[in-house]
């Protein structure tokens, strides 16, 4: 318990890190870093549920970013890049990326189509989460539009 509780914490360590290097107003740095901890528990909660499935625990997390980020900027009245970005850095496959560069430099093709694998998975489902995301918010509200210019 004590690993999680530390694992968010440094969740929102880094994701605030990023939104003060992104340079968000200070009154912004709070909710952004709070998307990270919410993304990485979520990214906790699926791979404890999914048995260690990288691609469906990161999907998962990264649609959660993406739903915090867009309800956030309407409540915040705020672009939503501004709370997704510090939101998923959590995410981002930094060991893997680097354990994939070291085995290239030494050679070794085995480790590298391991590590590469993992860190392809990492990318592929961060940003699948986030395009599954805005691609239903973007078809509820067209619909909607349509609905209310309809109505008129």
Not at 85 to 114: C, D, F, K, R
């Amino acid at each position: 318990m004590k690993d999680v509780i530390l694992q968010l914490v440094m969740a929102f360590v880094g994701s605030l890190g990023f939104a003060m290097l992104f340079r968000l107003r200070q009154s912004l740095w709070v909710s952004a870093s709070l998307g990270g901890v919410v993304c990485w528990g979520g990214y906790l909660l699926v791979m404890y549920f999914s048995n260690g499935q990288i691609f469906i625990s990161g999907l998962a997390a990264s649609a959660l970013a993406a739903v915090y980020a867009d309800f956030l900027a309407a409540r915040k009245r705020a672009p939503v890049p501004l709370f997704l970005i510090p939101s998923v850095v959590p995410l981002i496959p930094g060991s893997t990326l680097y354990y994939t560069m070291s085995a290239a430099v030494q050679g070794n093709t085995e480790e590298v189509s391991h590590y590469g694998s993992l860190t392809l998975q990492y990318a592929l489902s961060i940003a699948g989460g986030i395009c599954i995301v805005w691609t239903i918010l973007s078809i509820f509200r067209r619909y909607y539009v349509l609905r209310t210019n309809r109505l008129k």
